[in-house]
């Protein structure tokens, strides 16, 4: 039988049982009961959840539910089921009525008569036909059972009658679960989550369950305004500087004090070179973790800085003409990891 199912059959669980279902499954819902649902994953890596995709061929009542693995969650005494689909297995539909619509419900249900006293210990895919009517609704999910997928049959279909087109006729009702831990992808749910620090993927967007809702995680950004200092002979002007994920960008603005600063051998091409110009300071916490370099401008020349792992901004030539003159306001920013 290529539906399998774990801890339930009262002749025995195979060995090929044990090895296809899986109890590593479990985001819990409480302290002692899981979220049941399908385990996500696809050969190619391409869908969040392969396991019991519905196909099936336009003008036939038949369709075809391919192999995957899922939990089934009873009651707090009867525990959690697991349940794997080794081959892929045929459902037929009945045909519609004459008048009004149905919608036929898909559910993995399991069957434990030590429970629920109906003869049978075993898994199973089944069709749950619902009632025709004008406005038709998805039948109720039976008890120890996870939906799959609801099926809209229109009025007098049959196979053969050329009114049975697939495509817009099935609603994917599958929900994943994953193991503790494990971040779970969003399909088609709006579930609460089971603890503090959850992480869900919601179509692209990681989300963390805050005790009372899902949220994005929140991105701490740091902002300073002041701390640096400036070396000899310059005065500080402004100080920006801003830090998130471990990534700093500063700009830093430094007026001239002193006296006119020259670089040596400044020309019309080459830049004059300083030694090592000590502009300011970086404050703490703010400062590279390895040696980076930035340019620096005064509106009339420019020149390179060196920004050190003690937070020292120096600057190293300038150019064109080779000389800042006092009261010039030099800029320099910068980006780097800290």
């Known amino acids: 039988m290529p539906l399998r199912s774990g801890w339930l059959s009262p002749d025995g669980q195979s060995r090929e049982d044990t090895r296809h279902v899986s109890l590593g499954a479990l985001t819990p819902t409480s302290a002692t009961t899981s979220r049941g649902g399908v385990l996500p994953g696809s050969s190619n890596g391409a869908s969040r959840v392969s396991g019991f995709d519905l196909t099936a061929q336009d003008d036939s009542m038949t369709a075809t539910i391919a192999p995957g693995r899922a939990v089934v969650q009873g009651t707090q005494a009867q525990g959690a089921y697991p349940v794997a689909l080794t081959e892929p297995i045929e459902l037929t539909f009945d045909d519609g009525d004459p008048q009004y619509g149905r919608i036929d419900l898909v559910a993995l249900r399991v069957y434990d008569t030590v429970y629920d006293g109906l003869g049978r210990a075993e898994a199973v895919i089944e069709i749950v036909k619902g009632e025709a009517k004008a406005?038709?609704?998805?039948?109720?999910?039976?008890?120890?059972?996870?939906?799959?997928?609801?099926?809209?049959?229109?009025?007098?279909?049959?196979?053969?009658?050329?009114?049975?087109?697939?495509?817009?006729?099935?609603?994917?009702?599958?929900?994943?679960?994953?193991?503790?831990?494990?971040?779970?992808?969003?399909?088609?749910?709006?579930?609460?989550?089971?603890?503090?620090?959850?992480?869900?993927?919601?179509?692209?967007?990681?989300?963390?369950?805050?005790g009372t809702a899902w949220a994005e995680p929140t991105v701490v950004v740091e902002t300073a305004t002041t701390g640096a200092t400036a070396g000899s002979n310059w005065s500080m002007t402004s100080f920006n500087a801003r830090r998130t994920r471990g990534v700093c960008s500063f700009n830093v603005q430094v007026t001239r004090t002193g006296a006119n600063l020259t670089a040596s051998a400044a020309g019309t091409t080459n830049p004059g070179q300083l030694t090592d110009e000590l502009l300011c300071t970086l404050p703490s916490g703010w400062r590279p973790a390895t040696e980076m370099f930035a340019v620096a401008g005064d509106g009339n020349g420019s020149g390179a800085a060196r920004i050190a792992t003690d937070g020292g901004v120096y600057l190293l030539n300038w150019t064109t003409s080779g000389v800042i003159l006092t009261n010039a306001v030099v800029r320099v920013s910068s980006c780097y990891v800290l």
Do not use: H
């Open 135 to 210: 406005i038709p609704t998805v039948p109720a999910t039976p008890a120890l059972a996870i939906p799959l997928y609801a099926i809209r049959l229109p009025p007098g279909v049959s196979s053969g009658s050329g009114d049975m087109i697939w495509s817009g006729a099935v609603s994917n009702l599958r929900t994943a679960t994953v193991a503790v831990g494990g971040i779970l992808p969003v399909t088609n749910d709006s579930a609460n989550g089971a603890y503090p620090g959850q992480y869900r993927d919601n179509n692209g967007v990681l989300q963390r369950w805050t």
